[in-house]
């Protein structure tokens, strides 16, 4: 990059000032995408461990055929890792962001041409916790929809909020609707930045046949420590 810094589309939305940004990172030696939200980053490709086991963890006990709901783009490393699994017949992605889906159709983030054009993948422009209330479930396409795997990055953790419309997807009312939107033997995966709640964890297992956080370690060499994230994963019952 003959720049260190590139702002490759700013946009206002609903939700504040969204920047999508390459840069040269000199400590890493290597090219560096970010979104940020307002003052907020969203995403890095520095950093993205997490997203990664995020969609490994609520696939690693499931067989195909399997129907995938991912929540929240991003930078496309959780969607993507989805379909690297086998047994994935369809993805649906889930942002409510119209220009971050654009930027993958055009092709302003790795891998994004890729995982737009992908068959098995449908990219939809929606408001998941809105879906998630809906009498009719999260795909707007096909009323009572279940899915294998409904798979969650869109918020900091269960009480960081982006919009404290948010809420009500977290308490019990809404984990019991989303319950209704999964097969038997179904995975919910949601992922946090924050140390584990328990308080979350109880609320899920409340509803779920089983649930668990489970912390995601990697190494962040511009603190010189290791970082941590949380997947929560709940199952429902296989009967």
């Not at 991912?70 to 369809?90: C, K, M, Q």
């Not at 930027?103 to 998941?128: I, K, N, Q, S, Y």
Request: aromatic share 8%; net charge negative.
């Amino acid at each position: 990059m003959g720049a260190r810094f590139q702002e490759l589309d700013w946009r206002r939305t609903p939700l504040g000032e969204l920047v999508l940004r390459r840069r040269w990172d000199p400590v890493f030696d290597r090219e560096v995408h970010e979104i940020k939200l307002n003052d907020e980053f969203l995403m890095s490709s520095l950093f993205t461990v997490s997203e990664v086991e995020l969609a490994r963890k609520a696939l690693a006990g499931l067989t195909g055929p399997l129907d995938v709901l991912v929540g929240g783009l991003g930078l496309g490393y959780t969607a993507r890792t989805v379909l690297e699994h086998p047994g994935v017949r369809s993805l649906l992605v889930v942002d409510a962001l119209a220009e971050v889906i654009d930027w993958h159709r055009r092709g302003l983030v790795p891998g994004g041409t890729e995982l737009a054009g992908d068959p098995r993948c449908t990219l939809l422009h929606a408001d998941l916790f809105a879906l998630a209330r809906s009498a009719d479930g999260l795909d707007p396409t096909t009323p009572h929809r279940r899915f294998h795997a409904v798979v969650v990055d869109v918020d900091h953790s269960p009480r960081h909020l982006l919009h404290p419309d948010n809420a009500d997807f977290y308490g019990s009312p809404g984990i019991h609707r989303l319950t209704q939107r999964l097969h038997p033997g179904g995975v919910f995966a949601l992922w946090s930045n924050e140390p584990p709640d328990d308080g979350y964890t109880a609320a899920l297992a409340e509803h779920f046949a089983h649930a668990v956080a489970e912390v995601v370690r990697f190494p962040n060499p511009l603190q010189g420590r290791d970082a941590t994230s949380t997947v929560y994963l709940a199952t429902t019952s296989a009967g």
